[in-house]
């Protein structure tokens, strides 16, 4: 199975950058994925993650390094909308193909003016 | 047509009602996922249908029954829950078995009374 830690909250200016940081311990790795979730909304997919290395997609960028079981999300030029909770989760490879996605517990981003 | 779907939005029942829940996509994805999230929580896998077949059943309790009639559609069969189920239900999928995310619905929000 797979044990995945972030921080609970984080609070930050508009205009800042923050970066939400997850590590994970897992028998089998497939993949890291991050989701933004408005309270009381479904997850919706940022980015992923499966080598090494930096993946950026406009304001948000993610990281990985499998060797260290660690990534990080980097949110720039914070808007009042990215206030949400933040997702990090791992696919997990030992199971069949399809895989089993195991989500940590969420950092929730406060942006304050 | 690029989302998931799931009816009803809100669903309040006794517990010695029987309900279902509904998902639909017309993406062609082959991969079909339930989900269950409590608040402040993150989702918690249910069950994984993969070319219509179950593929994962996390050990839940059989008063959650899955059913998958066609590659669009997946139901979730609800039996004789407790209050203790009451959650926002989740489901997602997936276009295949390469390093895809999953496209998530936006949720049906049970309360067992």
């Known amino acids: 199975g797979q044990n995945i830690d972030q921080p609970t909250e984080m609070t930050a200016t508009e205009g800042a950058i923050v970066q939400i940081n997850c590590t994970y311990q897992?028998?089998?790795?497939?993949?890291l994925f991050w989701y933004q979730q408005h309270a009381g909304e479904a997850p919706t997919f940022l980015s992923y993650?499966?080598?090494?290395g930096l993946e950026e997609k406009g304001r948000f960028s993610s990281f990985l390094s499998r060797s260290k079981g660690y990534s990080y999300l980097l949110l720039k030029e914070l808007q009042m909308k990215d206030s949400a909770s933040y997702l990090c989760?791992?696919?997990?490879?030992?199971?069949?193909?399809?895989?089993?996605?195991?989500f940590g517990a969420g950092t929730q981003v406060v942006v304050t003016p | 047509d690029t989302e998931v779907t799931q009816t009803p939005k809100h669903l309040v029942m006794g517990m010695t009602n029987k309900k279902s829940l509904k998902c639909e996509q017309h993406?062609?994805?082959?991969?079909m996922y339930w989900y269950k999230q409590k608040a402040k929580k993150p989702p918690e896998l249910m069950f994984v249908?993969?070319?219509?077949?179950?593929?994962i059943n996390e050990s839940v309790p059989s008063r959650f029954s899955p059913e998958c009639p066609n590659s669009s559609l997946l139901n979730l069969h609800l039996h004789a829950l407790q209050p203790e189920d009451s959650a926002l239900y989740l489901c997602?999928?997936?276009?295949?078995?390469?390093?895809?995310?999953?496209?998530f619905g936006p949720g049906t929000r049970l309360t067992v009374t």
């Open positions: 993650n499966v080598l090494d």
């Open positions: 997602a999928s997936r276009p295949g078995q390469g390093m895809d995310e999953q496209y």
């Open positions: 989760a791992v696919r997990d490879g030992t199971t069949d193909s399809w895989g089993k996605f195991q």
């Open positions: 993406m062609g994805h082959r991969a």
């Open positions: 249908y993969s070319y219509e077949k179950l593929s």
């Open positions: 897992t028998s089998g790795f497939n993949g």
